[in-house]
């Protein structure tokens, strides 16, 4: 088993940063990819960033590249979002997910096999 932990999700005026991160454990030995979704209020549940583990080839969804960085910090097995420019429509829950089968696709919530909890992101306009 996997479990993933989410953490940094807030309150932050528009135009302002948070840094999400995910800590992972468990049998995380078999890991090809890890990505962050987030879901709004009544909204489905949308790709917004992946790495692959192996490589450390990153995905964005277009609307967010130039704003959204993914990351890994290897010492603490961490995989953080840094969210710049942050706007009202960047407000949901913020998840984290990992996948444990060699796929071709990264980006659909079918992809992944462990989630994490998820940590509510909310920007002020």
């Known amino acids: 088993q996997v479990q993933l932990v989410e953490s940094g999700g807030g309150l932050v005026q528009a135009g302002g940063s948070l840094r999400l991160s995910c800590a992972a454990s468990?049998?995380?030995?078999?890991?090809?990819?890890m990505g962050w979704f987030r879901q709004a209020a009544g909204k489905e549940r949308e790709f917004v960033a992946a790495?692959?583990?192996?490589?450390?080839?990153?995905y964005y969804t277009d609307s967010m590249k130039g704003r959204f960085t993914i990351s890994r910090d290897n010492a603490k097995d961490t995989v953080d979002l840094q969210m710049n420019n942050l706007n009202a429509e960047d407000t949901a829950v913020y998840y984290c997910?990992?996948?444990?089968?060699?796929?071709?696709?990264?980006?659909?919530?079918?992809?992944?096999?462990?989630w994490g909890q998820g940590t509510q992101v909310t920007v002020s306009s």
């Open positions: 790495m692959s583990w192996s490589s450390g080839t990153t």
């Open positions: 997910a990992l996948n444990s089968l060699y796929r071709l696709r990264y980006n659909r919530r079918g992809d992944y096999d462990y």
């Open positions: 468990g049998r995380t030995f078999s890991r090809y990819f």
